[in-house]
């Protein structure tokens, strides 16, 4: 059993965004500054990367951790999109992302949106980026 209380969403939104994007990894000098990506490692969920082995990266119990925060948030996402429609300005959508998973700044929410929207195919959800001079930037979610 997978113990979701290791860390807080806005703790596993910063452990997704740096395993997933970007480095794909976390750097040995930047643990000091990033408290979660140190837990994370102290706990064993990572490995050095093979060709740079001062960066971290998760291991398989690494990976199956992070798989089920993103298992969450996607889940708690869709229950947003049945609720308020599979048209949802981009705005909104990276605001839901900040309130409920109660973040910083405004660009991890976009991060995280962006994430975890692109992502949707997994849990039966095609993500549409789109825009028009009438509606501005939205999504559009098509259930597959």
Known sequence: MIDL??????????LILGFYTFTLGFWDDELDRI????????LGLTCPDEDYPELKKP????YELLHEYIKKMSDDFIKNIETNGIEQKQDDVNKWFL???????????????????GNLYHYGYKTHKCSSLRKGKFYWFEKI
Request: with cysteine; proline share 2%.
């Open 59 to 62: 291991n398989e119990q690494g």
């Open 99 to 117: 309130d409920n998973l109660k973040l910083n700044t405004i660009e991890d929410a976009e991060d995280i949106a962006s994430y975890i929207c």
């Open 35 to 42: 408290p979660e990506a140190k837990k994370f490692v102290d």
């Open 5 to 14: 209380s290791l860390f807080t969403d806005k703790e596993a939104v910063e």
